[in-house]
């Protein structure tokens, strides 16, 4: 931090004053080591907006000739990237002044001394009348025939006299100045900011080092701002810059020191000081030498034109300065440089030769593993880190570092330790909750958890990424009430929709948005185009230090949009990210990115697209390069838990509510319940109760049986792109012995007909997550809750979030639960009734109690569904493509229709439904599905196809043919009967002569299709 040759200098003390060890320690212990965002917000509450400019003629002619006073001081805060400029409306005429300040309200006055019409302490105290606490700067253009009172600056309706020659700097220093006197009060009281004291009597030489102090002061803060941090953040941190205090007398000095002096950065003063009335020779050297016994690590500075005060000086002792030197300037910046902490930080020796220097944080926690233990008891001893701490507004770590001494170890390394996890621990809580651009010299995986590549959009899924990290950010509480969960983000890289614009438009493949392309062609032409050197450059730095299995996901401006989301519409790849050849991983990266890319332009996303717009199509993608939560079990990796919640249950059970939501659980990687299949459904806020499972024989049937795993060995060297992204299906059965079944399973006991709760006993085992849903270890479902509703609260709506988890052998070592993502849902509340009679009821062809939408449909003729007598479970492929056919006939002739069928609509699982993609079955208007003995699969609520058809408001109808006492039906006979305009193997496709009646009751959930 400091390069102090001299020991004897302020910094070299080493006085506890009488503070215990104990009571320093205590007083930092509760200390947050990095000021938060939300604070910096609270700080400069008030700002200089509007200035009064009350001036001659003549002297606002001398200030417009190079340049208005507006634009010079617009042009300095742009210059120093400040914001909110303050505007200046200037008048010569005294009267209007007066006018003006009864009229409007200004926040700083400036005048010039020779006015037509009323002298300077006159119109001073006129205004002081109007408004008793505006501020009024006297600018002269010299000390020549000014009041010597002003000079000494002691006029009530005057507050401060300044020396004017046309340097926008001053202007500057005089607002922020004005601003810090306003505020110093309350942001040392909420943040914690530093002051500087500078006790200057003459108008001259305050005029002189004002400037310069702050000029010092914003450059060097700024400079202390990373690349890395966001430009808000960097607007921020700026409001917790040290305040500049002025001081013109010694009473005045000492009060600003009785008020402040638990938050003094350092203290300036000149030597010669008005004190009780009468010009003192020492009275800026009684100050310092108090502050001195009293603050023994305060920097302090001397200030004289007389050479003999240097020696007093050196008694204090205070860094001398000489007013009369030829590099006044280089003085005053060296200083800052050497003492307040600002520029590098330059490791010593204890006779102040250099050793080292660290240009920031990262390379300082680098550094101090490595230097002399003398070095490092050097600067502790001398509170440096402390000091380089404040300069950088990290306030709360330079305190806790100040608060103690190396005397307060039992050795080095201890000192060493505590230092060094302690700024691990600011730089991690620096960037917690941050998108940070990524910087490849500044980059650090282990603290930097989310990072950007581009200037674009982040896209739909990562700002939603970006917003819950921000909400978790803002909401400790939510850690601090799960000590046994890690609750985190994904360590995370986005690739902006700009660098997707520029691939697409320097390879010439902005035609693919129009429909008629074979994916097949699409994905050749995205992977033979080449991707733009800085961001693989940008990659392979990524890639240098995050070795860990990846998912590389899309995130497109129009995914996961408020209320029309492209769920699964686009691609997501797994890769292993562990060959030995680095150059092999970049490929491996890269090719999947050109992959996400690419399925921006496939039929799905364009189908879906049209159905939802009128315009051509036009999207951006952005890419998410995301740690993959899980762990390595023998030759694969995957989360012993990955599921979907959703905080409004379209499908509650038994006694439960909608508003208690439903989470989705499925054992490995979330493919299985975003694809469909099957999975374990809960109410969160009913975890022990599964109606859904009333026997033993339900939970043999209907749990899972298979997971899926990114295998991580033996792979292939070109990986599996087209299959499964990477993934294998495995059989749980083929994984008994690895610990998240061991741990996820219940054993069915043949002799009892019953589900016991535990792996250790012999006889099929069955994943029923009974160790994390009866038992609460951890305690899973009750942070799912609390996530819901984080998450409707800040989106104002339903939301479904994304998670995934791993469990530990150790009880003492804590789950991590991976939030993945979240998107707005769309719902019945709030909508308009739909009465549906018992008249309607019993004359209806098909009547549903659990039917998704809301209002009535009367424009549909055609139903195309899947003969009931034909069909074949194993043939659901086949099914999904003659459904495409129809479908693509139905939409060239603009008619939409009801699609009916049994199982799950949109599964991967070919055994619970039929298969469909969206462009499949674009043209549908209603969707009906049927649970009957063929396929009686649970409505699945958590697969991206059921959140799509949901979030366009197509009526979802579920049918329950397999329930006596249940009054749903459809009237197959009647279906039968029509003649068929298409009939395949599978489907038959009807049309009637009047459109059918759909009406449904959303908030019932009720429907009713009614014939002609």
Request: some cysteine.
């Amino acid at each position: 931090m400091v390069n102090n040759p001299n020991p004897g200098s302020a910094l070299s003390l080493n006085n506890h004053c009488g503070r215990t060890n104990m009571d320093r320690n205590e007083r930092v212990s509760k200390t947050e080591l990095h000021v938060k965002p939300e604070i910096f917000r609270e700080l400069m509450p008030l700002q200089i907006r509007e200035i009064l400019l009350i001036s001659s003629l003549y002297n606002i002619y001398n200030m417009e000739e190079d340049g208005s006073l507006t634009s010079k001081i617009v042009n300095e805060y742009r210059g120093l990237s400040l914001s909110h400029p303050p505007r200046i409306t200037g008048v010569s005429s005294v009267e209007r002044a007066l006018t003006l300040l009864r009229e409007k309200k200004f926040d700083l006055v400036f005048m010039v001394p020779h006015l037509e019409g009323m002298d300077p302490l006159t119109l001073g105290a006129e205004i002081k009348m109007i408004r008793p606490e505006l501020p009024v700067i006297l600018l002269s253009p010299s000390t020549r025939g000014i009041f010597p009172e002003l000079r000494l600056q002691r006029i009530e309706g005057i507050d401060r006299t300044f020396i004017w020659s046309g340097n926008p700097d001053m202007l500057l220093a005089m607002v922020k100045s004005t601003e810090d006197h306003l505020n110093v009060a309350h942001d040392t009281r909420s943040g914690n900011v530093r002051v500087v004291i500078l006790v200057e009597d003459s108008p001259e030489y305050a005029s002189y080092f004002l400037p310069i102090i702050y000029k010092e002061i914003v450059t060097q803060t700024q400079a202390l701002l990373e690349i890395g941090c966001n430009d808000t953040l960097k607007l921020l941190t700026m409001r917790a810059r040290p305040k500049v205090l002025l001081a013109t007398t010694y009473e005045e000095a000492m009060d600003l020191y009785e008020k402040y002096r638990s938050y003094l950065l350092c203290v300036i003063s000149d030597t010669r000081l008005s004190k009780a009335g009468k010009e003192d020779r020492g009275a800026g050297i009684s100050i310092l030498a108090r502050i001195r016994k009293e603050i023994p690590e305060i920097p302090l500075l001397l200030m004289s034109a007389e050479e003999e005060n240097r020696a007093r000086a050196e008694k204090i002792p205070a860094v001398f300065l000489d007013k009369n030197a030829q590099d006044l300037y280089l003085e005053t910046h060296s200083f800052f440089l050497n003492h307040l902490g600002f520029g590098d930080f330059v490791f010593c020796a204890a006779n102040g030769e250099e050793i080292d220097r660290a240009t920031n944080l990262m390379k300082l926690e680098e550094k101090l593993a490595t230097i002399p233990d003398e070095s490092l008891m050097y600067h502790a001893d001398r509170d440096q880190f402390s000091n380089w701490l404040m300069a950088r507004s990290e306030i709360g770590l330079g305190l806790k570092f100040r608060a103690v001494k190396s005397a307060d170890f039992k050795n080095v390394d201890a000192l060493r330790t505590y230092i060094i996890t302690n700024i691990h621990e600011l730089r991690i809580q620096r960037y917690h909750g941050i998108i940070l651009q990524f910087d490849r010299n500044l980059f650090d995986a282990e603290v930097m958890a989310f990072v950007k590549i581009g200037r674009g959009s982040l896209g739909g899924k990562a700002r939603g990424l970006a917003f819950m990290a921000g909400l978790l950010r803002q909401h400790p509480e939510i850690q601090e009430r799960y000590p046994a969960i890690n609750v985190k983000i994904p360590k995370t890289l986005v690739i902006c929709t700009d660098i997707f614009d520029r691939f697409v438009s320097d390879n010439n493949l902005q035609g693919f948005a129009k429909p008629g392309f074979k994916v097949r062609e699409i994905v050749q032409a995205f992977i033979d185009a080449p991707l733009a050197d800085h961001v693989t450059q940008k990659l392979a730095v990524f890639l240098d230090q995050v070795t860990v299995p990846l998912a590389v996901r899309s995130s497109s401006q129009l995914e996961d949009a408020h209320f029309q989301p492209y769920a699964g519409l686009y691609k997501t790849y797994k890769i292993p990210n562990n060959h030995p050849e680095p150059l092999t991983r970049l490929d491996h990266l890269v090719t999947a990115i050109k992959l996400v890319f690419a399925s921006t332009y496939y039929e799905d996303a364009k189908a879906f697209y049209r159905s939802t717009s009128t315009q051509p199509f036009n999207d951006s993608m952005a890419v998410i390069i995301q740690e993959v939560g899980g762990e390595h079990y023998n030759d694969y990796f995957y989360p012993a838990i990955s599921g979907v919640a959703q905080s409004y249950n379209f499908y509650p059970f038994s006694h439960m509510k909608a508003e208690d939501g439903v989470v989705h659980l499925a054992l490995g990687l979330g493919k299985t319940v975003v694809e469909g299949e099957q999975s374990f459904r809960v109410s969160p806020r009913h975890p022990h109760i599964t109606p859904q499972f009333a026997t033993a024989r339900d939970y043999l049937d209907n749990t899972q049986r298979s997971f899926y795993a990114l295998k991580t060995k033996g792979y292939p060297e070109d990986l599996h792109f087209p299959t499964l992204s990477n993934l294998e299906r495995r059989e749980v059965a083929d994984a008994l012995e690895e610990f998240p079944v061991k741990t996820l399973s219940s054993t069915y006991v043949a002799d009892e007909d019953r589900i016991r709760d535990t792996w250790y006993c012999p006889g099929p085992k069955v994943l029923t997550f009974a160790r994390v849903l009866k038992y609460d270890t951890p305690p899973l479902t009750d942070l799912i809750n609390d996530l819901l509703e984080l998450g409707r609260k800040g989106l104002g709506a339903p939301v479904e979030i994304e998670f995934s988890a791993n469990l530990y052998d150790g009880k003492d070592q804590p789950c991590d639960f991976f939030f993945l993502q979240i998107r707005p849902t769309v719902t019945s509340e709030n909508r308009v009734s739909v009465p549906i009679t018992q008249e309607e009821i019993d004359a209806a062809v098909c009547f549903s109690d659990k039917a998704l939408g809301n209002g009535i449909i009367d424009t549909m003729a055609d139903i195309v569904y899947v003969k009931p007598g034909g069909f074949k479970a194993g043939m659901t492929r086949e099914m999904a493509r003659e459904i495409n056919t129809i479908n693509a006939g139905l939409v060239n002739e603009n008619r939409r229709y009801i699609l009916a069928g049994p199982g799950r609509w949109g599964a991967s699982d070919p055994w619970l439904g039929i298969p469909v993609k969206w462009r499949n079955i674009s043209g549908a208007g209603a969707i009906l599905e049927t649970r009957s003995k063929a396929i009686n699969a649970d409505p699945s609520q958590g697969s991206h196809f059921f959140h799509n058809i949901t979030s366009l408001g197509i009526p979802y109808i579920t049918v329950n043919e397999t329930l006596a006492s249940s009054l749903d039906r459809v009237d197959w006979e009647w279906l039968e009967g029509l003649p068929a305009v298409n009939e395949t193997t599978f489907l038959r496709h009807v049309r009637l002569d009047t459109p059918l009646v759909v009406k449904i009751d959303g908030k019932q959930s009720r429907c009713v299709i009614l014939g002609a």
